[in-house]
């Protein structure tokens, strides 16, 4: 009993003293995340004592593995995410001494198959991009390597332009969305890879997840303004990523339509584009009674002023969250409540 209570109040001590050793906050994560956490962060150091946050684009897996790595100075106090935190990144934490975390849901975001404005206009089935990206597709009723060149070659009304499209790497929150939302959903439309969910999950998922390695596809970093610029230099190649950078960059290049449906503000909102996915961040609670200015700056990322229908977060294209959830948004914070996964 004395051992434990002495290892409680040690850590305790370790926590409390990077209040000491820290005046900054330190956030960690996606990259789809970052422009809306850095306005925040400018705001809330313009309108507050606290100096505003250090924040570092790592992508959502590799903020996960820096978050739940311990307590104290040398450990981020928030991590950003672009997809929900999985059971594995749950039990790094836990094993790390992260035992109290909180689950904040800002708003959703669209992802979205851009190209440069001087490229052509294209619309493409979720079908079509698994084609055009897989390692293996089924041809004629079998499963091959993928033979797919050129778009045209795929459908002969598509662009006859060597497929080439820049995606982020595993790591990224974006990578995990896009396969979820866009792979899985074109891999499903083939009735014998369909059937492996049934009888095999793990090629299932292998055949769906797996993008080519033969130059169509080419992971590109957590750098999406590099993506841009890829893309100026070679109008036939395209780039994947979040809503709210082809927003920030609609004057270079432009959002393909996905099932008729092209990416915009409105039709993400009223779900009719439907490769959208909630976007978060996680608060380390157990430092926040030990670095200034948490708490205050949780309540300013979740302010009307913010994350509101005209808040200014959604000029720079975040997508507000309906209004029941925005309600229990407020509830979350307002007690900084642990997140079910943690209390188990």
Same mark, same amino acid.
């Given at each position: 009993?004395?051992?434990?209570?002495?290892?409680?109040?040690?850590?305790?001590?370790? &926590?409390?003293?990077?209040?000491?050793?820290? !005046?900054?906050?330190?956030?960690?994560?996606?990259?789809?995340? +970052?422009?809306?956490?850095? $306005?925040?962060?400018?705001?809330?150091?313009?309108?507050?004592?606290?100096?505003?946050?250090?924040?570092?684009?790592?992508?959502?897996?590799?903020?996960?593995?820096?978050?739940? /790595? @311990?307590? @104290?100075? !040398?450990?981020?106090?928030?991590?950003?995410?672009?997809?929900?935190?999985?059971?594995?990144?749950?039990?790094?934490?836990?094993?790390?001494?992260?035992?109290? $975390?909180?689950?904040?849901?800002?708003?959703?975001d669209g992802i979205v198959f851009?190209? *440069?404005?001087?490229?052509? &206009?294209?619309?493409?089935?979720?079908?079509?991009?698994?084609?055009?990206?897989?390692?293996?597709?089924?041809?004629?009723?079998?499963?091959? /390597?993928?033979?797919?060149?050129?778009?045209?070659?795929?459908?002969?009304?598509?662009?006859?332009?060597?497929? !080439?499209?820049?995606?982020?790497? =595993?790591? #990224?929150?974006?990578?995990?969305?896009? %396969?979820?939302l866009v792979m899985h959903e074109?891999?499903?439309?083939?009735?014998?890879?369909? *059937?492996l969910k049934k009888t095999d999950?793990?090629?299932?998922?292998?055949?769906?997840?797996?993008?080519?390695?033969?130059?169509?596809?080419?992971?590109?970093?957590?750098?999406?303004?590099?993506?841009?610029?890829?893309?100026?230099?070679?109008?036939?190649?395209?780039?994947?990523?979040?809503?709210?950078?082809?927003?920030?960059?609609?004057?270079?290049?432009?959002?393909?339509?996905?099932?008729?449906?092209?990416?915009?503000?409105?039709?993400?909102?009223?779900?009719?584009?439907?490769?959208?996915? =909630?976007?978060?961040? +996680?608060?380390?609670?157990?430092?926040?009674?030990?670095? =200034?200015?948490?708490?205050?700056? %949780?309540? !300013?990322?979740?302010?009307?002023?913010?994350?509101?229908?005209?808040?200014?977060?959604?000029?720079?294209?975040?997508?507000?969250?309906?209004?029941?959830?925005?309600?229990?948004?407020?509830?979350?914070?307002? #007690?900084?409540?642990?997140?079910?996964?943690?209390?188990?």
């Open positions: 009993m004395f051992k434990k209570s002495l290892l409680t109040a040690t850590a305790i001590f370790l &926590v409390t003293g990077v209040a000491q050793a820290r !005046e900054t906050i330190s956030i960690v994560g996606s990259s789809t995340v +970052y422009p809306f956490a850095t $306005v925040v962060a400018e705001v809330f150091g313009n309108k507050t004592s606290f100096t505003a946050p250090k924040i570092e684009s790592t992508g959502s897996g590799g903020g996960f593995k820096l978050f739940c /790595a @311990g307590l @104290g100075v !040398e450990h981020p106090d928030f991590t950003n995410a672009s997809r929900a935190i999985k059971a594995k990144e749950v039990k790094l934490c836990q094993e790390n001494g992260v035992t109290e $975390v909180t689950e904040v849901k800002i708003g959703y851009a190209n *440069s404005k001087q490229g052509d &206009v294209v619309d493409l089935t979720r079908k079509q991009i698994f084609q055009a990206l897989a390692k293996d597709v089924e041809v004629d009723g079998k499963l091959v /390597a993928n033979p797919y060149k050129a778009w045209s070659d795929i459908d002969a009304s598509l662009p006859a332009e060597k497929i !080439e499209v820049l995606g982020p790497p =595993p790591s #990224s929150g974006t990578r995990d969305a896009f %396969v979820e074109g891999c499903a439309e083939f009735e014998s890879i369909a *059937s999950k793990s090629k299932f998922k292998a055949v769906c997840n797996t993008m080519r390695e033969d130059g169509g596809f080419v992971e590109a970093g957590e750098n999406d303004n590099l993506i841009v610029q890829k893309l100026n230099a070679n109008p036939a190649a395209f780039g994947i990523f979040g809503f709210s950078f082809l927003e920030a960059n609609s004057d270079k290049i432009q959002g393909a339509k996905i099932e008729g449906t092209i990416p915009t503000f409105d039709n993400i909102a009223d779900g009719s584009y439907q490769v959208s996915r =909630p976007l978060f961040f +996680y608060v380390k609670n157990q430092h926040v009674d030990t670095i =200034p200015g948490m708490q205050e700056y %949780v309540n !300013e990322f979740v302010s009307d002023d913010a994350v509101g229908e005209e808040g200014y977060l959604a000029d720079i294209g975040l997508i507000p969250a309906p209004e029941d959830e925005f309600e229990q948004l407020q509830e979350t914070v307002a #007690s900084l409540k642990v997140m079910d996964a943690f209390t188990k």
